[in-house]
């Protein structure tokens, strides 16, 4: 079977700095960054059930991801600064943490979120 000449373009403007992030990431997957916009935009077009992307679902979903990728980068923190001064950390210090990491992680991401929606406007 023969592939179809690809005959349609399909554009976004972008920052400078968003396109250097594009070329990045085209980069790091061997990509031109022009291949690498069309399979990210066919995977997300695909990954949804008759290609209808639900917004909330993914808003929902960045949302966890955000706030996990903050759980973690906190845990790392509060866990690295007390072993770099050389105390010790006993069990009741690391699930102290633990719960603290789990109570702020979300807020966090939100407070992130206002942020980049306050530089973005």
Known sequence: MTNPLRTKSATAKVTEHEYQLL?????????TTSEWCREVLLA???SSPAG?????????TDMAILSE?????M????????VGRGESLTTEKVEAIV???D???VP???ECLKQNAKRRN
Do not use: C, H, M
């Open 69 to 73: 990728l903050f759980g973690v980068r």
């Open 103 to 105: 109570a702020e992680k």
């Open 108 to 110: 966090a991401a939100i």
């Open 44 to 46: 997300g077009l695909n």
């Open 75 to 82: 845990l790392l923190l509060n866990l690295l600064y007390p």
């Open 99 to 101: 719960s603290r990491v």
């Open 52 to 60: 209808q992307i639900n917004s909330e679902q993914t808003a929902s």
């Open 23 to 31: 070329e990045a990431a085209a980069k790091a997957r061997g990509l």
